[in-house]
């Protein structure tokens, strides 16, 4: 079988004079207004399609990523595919050429068709949703001005759950003289375990008011089944606001379906827009449980009133419906498959291997393309930084260590589109290996 480097750089679009490209590219260089044609994903299931290497080799081919690394952090932020970067460039070039003549006159459109574009994929109204940079600023900023916590009351957040977040809920409860209540998820998780602990949880703080919860954590990966833990917390008269930064793009979402009030997206991970962009939802019945910005005397009944961000960068923000562009040609269900496909391809060969634990469920309801794994039950943070130094120096792959869950450290695994299964063939290989180490 032909590399994937092989398949790459015989590629017809890829010229010989590209070859000669500074840095090393997975996908030889495009130049400038030539990406390559998409190819058409054709009539197969989502499952079946996720099998299909003629198809996802071409998707791969979309990203200019390094060669020198084989990267499987896929989790901190997405490489935009090369029909968005250059979307992205041409922003870029006439943001700068016409200043703020653009800023002022053509701009506003181009942000509310961003807008409309990312309300359509969320499936709810554009007037419920408004851009933020990060997901931490969309999420802190539904935390720290949310009204509905008092003296004696009560704010409750997970292990799994976000630092950041976890941060703001401690502030906002200090600031209202509440107290915060914490639940560790279980390990190995189940979904019957995940809502356990959240019922008992909730039953032992009767006077909940907040509670923080994930959609797809950023240490295991694991999807927390958001909707029914939003029907135990709203029986129990809890609010739920929910971090969803690693689910848009990762798997399926409409946001309707969680049944929370609040949410926070990211559009600079799973969705492949330019680093630079979140969505904040208030689902337009709450708007009332979140304060406006301190001091604003802006429309009570405006989304954009609860944040303010002042000047984002243009570009990022016109460039968000060329990524939605790129994800439709794929179709998310087709990519939330292939994601799957890629991290099953690695997982279940490492769960027969002796010295690793995986951490995340293989329930296709509970994990998409993330997954924590530990060796040989090593939940040390010097022993998870070793085992990614090692991985990167010895084996030339590259992962990060993650902190924070009750029971230990872990190392996260995250594949991309751009990656292939033999990308997933080589940890593996570097995981039996490491685990039969004295
Ligand atoms: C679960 C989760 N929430 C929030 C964030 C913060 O996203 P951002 O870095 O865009 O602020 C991250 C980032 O990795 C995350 O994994």
């Not at 997975?26 to 998409?38: E, M, N, Q, Y």
């Not at 957040?157 to 976890?166: E, G, K, R, S």
């Not at 848009?248 to 969680?258: K, N, S």
């Not at 979140?278 to 009570?300: E, H, N, Q």
Request: glycine residues 8%.
């Amino acid at each position: 079988m032909p590399s994937r480097r092989d398949f790459l750089r015989s590629a017809a679009l890829v010229s010989a004079a590209s070859l000669a490209a500074p840095l090393p590219l997975r996908a030889g260089p495009v130049p400038p207004g030539s990406a390559r044609p998409l190819p058409h994903p054709g009539n197969a299931s989502p499952r079946e399609a996720a099998r299909d290497e003629d198809y996802w080799r071409e998707i791969a081919g979309q990203y200019r990523v390094t060669d020198e690394i084989t990267n499987l952090e896929g989790g901190f932020f997405g490489a935009m595919a090369t029909p968005v970067l250059e979307a992205y460039k041409g922003n870029l070039e006439r943001v700068n050429r016409k200043t703020s003549w653009f800023a002022r006159t053509e701009f506003p459109a181009r942000a509310r068709e961003a807008r409309e574009r990312t309300a359509a994929a969320l499936g709810v109204d554009p007037d419920e949703i408004v851009f933020a940079r990060n997901a931490t600023e969309a999420l802190r900023t539904l935390i720290l001005q949310y009204n509905g916590v008092g003296p004696g009351d009560v704010v409750m957040y997970a292990d799994l759950d976000y630092p950041a977040m976890q941060e703001a809920m401690r502030g906002l409860a200090a600031r209202h003289g509440a107290t915060v209540a914490t639940l560790d998820i279980p390990e190995p998780a189940t979904r019957e375990g995940i809502l356990g602990a959240y019922r008992a949880t909730l039953d032992a703080h009767p006077r909940t008011r907040l509670l923080l919860l994930t959609h797809a954590n950023n240490k295991t990966g694991l999807l927390h089944p958001v909707r029914e833990i939003h029907e135990l917390a709203q029986a129990r008269g809890v609010e739920v606001v929910v971090d969803a930064a690693h689910s848009f793009g990762q798997v399926p979402l409409a946001l309707p379906e969680l049944g929370a009030p609040y949410v926070g997206v990211n559009l600079h991970k799973w969705v492949g827009a330019p680093v630079g962009v979140a969505a904040m939802y208030i689902r337009r019945d709450a708007l009332g449980g979140i304060d406006r910005v301190p001091g604003s005397t802006g429309p009570r009944d405006r989304t954009d009133s609860r944040i303010q961000v002042g000047t984002m960068d243009f570009a990022t923000l016109m460039t968000v419906p060329a990524a939605l562009d790129f994800q439709d040609t794929i179709g998310i269900e087709r990519k939330a498959a292939r994601l799957r496909y890629l991290r099953d391809s690695w997982v279940l060969p490492a769960r027969e291997t002796e010295g690793v634990d995986i951490l995340t469920p293989d329930d296709p309801e509970l994990v998409g393309a993330i997954t924590g794994f530990r060796l040989r039950g090593d939940g040390s943070r010097a022993g998870n930084a070793a085992v990614v130094r090692t991985l990167e120096e010895e084996f030339g792959i590259f992962t990060v260590a993650r902190s924070g869950l009750a029971r230990g450290d872990c190392v996260r695994v995250t594949p991309a589109l751009h990656n292939l299964p033999a990308d997933m063939e080589r940890l593996v290989d570097a995981l039996r290996e490491m685990a039969g180490r004295p």
